[in-house]
């Protein structure tokens, strides 16, 4: 079974704008591991070098269980099991919510997963029937999230979740996501601007700075450095 998947040395450029350089992270399945860090940090660009998105360049490793990702195209890792719920969400507006779940599934999940994935992600239960354009911002993010989880992935990246929603949908999404290690046995890598969000659902948390891994703990560890808070994050508790 796929137990972690391991960033090594991982640097990326758009063209010669450098967006990461030589980080190294982990994610365990049945954790949550944040990541944190002011616009421009490269938290996006991470998520989009895991996957080999075409529109950068870069160099390093990333492994799953020992076999390396970084030759394949991004459908291969995705059958590979490693799933991403980009911030702009990109259902098929056309397409009923239903519809969307369904084109989703892959050999890999089970005959039961969109019972399951309803089960995890209880806001979609009563979108099915409706088209994509016809929902709210954190209507369409709970469909990502849930599409996402059709595909049956032992590594789920979100790339800002929250961005955009009211406080009640961020509450939901957020005790959803809570459940998903243990429920479907795999790993959450987040990036958030939201400190709170992420310091409460995350079980260990890297902080990002101009490309770059400055620091990593446990959220209980970051609350009680406000230096560190302060120096990297420019946020407070709220």
């Given at each position: 079974?796929?137990?972690?998947?391991?960033?090594?040395?991982?640097?990326?450029?758009?063209?010669?704008?450098?967006?990461?350089?030589?980080?190294?992270?982990?994610?365990?399945?049945?954790?949550?591991?944040?990541?944190?860090?002011?616009?421009?940090?490269?938290?996006?660009?991470?998520?989009?070098?895991?996957?080999?998105?075409?529109?950068?360049?870069?160099?390093?490793?990333?492994?799953?269980?020992?076999?390396?990702?970084?030759?394949?195209?991004?459908?291969?890792?995705?059958?590979?099991?490693?799933?991403?719920?980009?911030?702009?969400?990109?259902?098929?507006?056309?397409?009923?919510?239903?519809?969307?779940?369904d084109i989703a599934k892959t050999k890999r999940a089970p005959?039961?997963?969109?019972?399951?994935?309803?089960?995890?992600?209880?806001?979609?239960?009563?979108?099915?029937?409706?088209?994509?354009?016809?929902?709210?911002?954190?209507?369409?993010?709970?469909?990502?999230?849930?599409?996402?989880?059709?595909?049956?992935?032992?590594?789920?990246?979100?790339?800002?979740?929250?961005?955009?929603?009211?406080?009640?949908?961020?509450?939901?999404?957020?005790?959803?996501?809570?459940?998903?290690?243990?429920?479907?046995?795999l790993g959450v890598l987040v990036t958030e601007q939201n400190?709170?969000?992420?310091?409460?659902?995350?079980?260990?948390?890297?902080?990002?700075?101009?490309?770059?891994?400055?620091?990593?703990?446990?959220?209980?560890?970051?609350?009680?450095?406000?230096?560190?808070?302060?120096?990297?994050?420019?946020?407070?508790?709220?």
């Amino acid at each position: 079974m796929t137990d972690e998947l391991v960033v090594t040395s991982l640097s990326a450029s758009y063209g010669l704008a450098v967006a990461l350089s030589d980080v190294s992270i982990t994610l365990q399945k049945g954790e949550i591991v944040g990541l944190l860090g002011r616009n421009g940090a490269g938290k996006t660009t991470l998520l989009k070098s895991i996957i080999n998105n075409p529109e950068l360049s870069s160099k390093g490793e990333v492994g799953v269980e020992g076999e390396s990702l970084r030759k394949m195209p991004t459908f291969k890792v995705a059958r590979r099991g490693v799933a991403w719920v980009p911030d702009n969400r990109r259902i098929f507006t056309a397409l009923s919510v239903a519809e969307n779940l369904d084109i989703a599934k892959t050999k890999r999940a089970p005959a039961d997963q969109l019972d399951r994935v309803l089960a995890s992600v209880p806001l979609v239960e009563g979108l099915m029937k409706r088209r994509g354009f016809e929902l709210s911002g954190g209507e369409q993010q709970a469909v990502t999230i849930a599409r996402a989880l059709m595909s049956a992935p032992d590594f789920l990246l979100l790339d800002e979740p929250t961005e955009g929603l009211s406080p009640l949908i961020v509450e939901q999404l957020q005790q959803s996501i809570s459940q998903l290690p243990a429920l479907f046995d795999l790993g959450v890598l987040v990036t958030e601007q939201n400190f709170r969000f992420v310091t409460e659902l995350a079980d260990r948390v890297y902080i990002l700075e101009t490309g770059q891994a400055v620091w990593t703990g446990t959220p209980d560890e970051l609350i009680a450095r406000p230096e560190l808070i302060n120096r990297h994050l420019s946020v407070g508790e709220k």
